[in-house]
């Protein structure tokens, strides 16, 4: 029965509502490794995915899922059922067009101009 426990059901949730699982994860899995794996599973069809792990952001039970952490360091308590799926939010960062006209603008409102009559 422990066997069972150190597995978790986990289906993604993407921003357009389709679901990537669900799928079983060990325990001892970082949130980095579920994000490589939802890239590699994302839909090619969809012209918003992701292009690296940095460029999206797991949340689970309202909470923003660092890297670093584990599957079941993250387990809320609360919300997993056993032998229940967990679902995950995927929400993806746009690129950083907005960032690049930004620096532009600000390039072009700090040039100072002198005009001597």
């Given at each position: ?15 357009d509502g ?9 325990a ?7 994000k490589e794996?939802?890239l590699a599973q ?20 309202g ?24 679902t995950?939010h995927?929400?993806v ?25």
């Open positions: 029965m422990a066997g069972s426990q150190d597995q978790l059901e986990i289906k993604f949730r993407l921003s389709t679901d990537i699982g669900p799928k079983s994860y060990a001892a899995t970082s949130i980095a490794t579920l794996s939802i994302w839909p090619k069809d969809n012209e918003y995915g992701p292009r690296t792990v940095k460029d999206m952001k797991l949340i689970s039970a909470q923003i899922l660092e890297n670093n952490r584990t599957v079941g360091e993250c387990q809320s308590p609360l919300c997993d059922l056993p032998g229940g799926v967990t995950m995927v929400v960062q746009p690129p950083s067009v907005e960032k690049d006209k930004k620096v532009a603008s600000e390039a072009k409102m700090s040039k100072c101009v002198c005009v001597i009559l």
